[in-house]
């Protein structure tokens, strides 16, 4: 599985990517709860962060293997 990082959550990584392979297919909050153990800056972050996986986000019922490209989307302002 590869887990991509854009804008602040890149700064609050120290990476735009993160590989690993999990054992089994994971849910979001299995997902979520191996992140914030690697990264735990991200913890501020996850109330406002979409999940996609491969290039759609991620409904809530999603599941992720390790075949999958993850992104954290944050929020997008414009101006």
Not at 1 to 26: H, I, N, S, W, Y
Not at 40 to 66: G, I
């Amino acid at each position: 599985m590869r887990v991509l990082f854009f804008a602040q959550l890149k700064d609050a990584t120290g990476c735009d990517a993160f590989e690993f392979a999990p054992p089994a297919p994971l849910d979001a909050a299995q997902l979520w709860a191996l992140l914030l153990e690697k990264f735990p800056q991200l913890s501020k972050h996850r109330p406002h962060v979409r999940l996609s996986r491969n290039w759609e986000y991620a409904a809530a019922d999603a599941r992720f293997s390790d075949q999958d490209e993850v992104a954290l989307i944050p929020p997008v302002s414009g101006g």
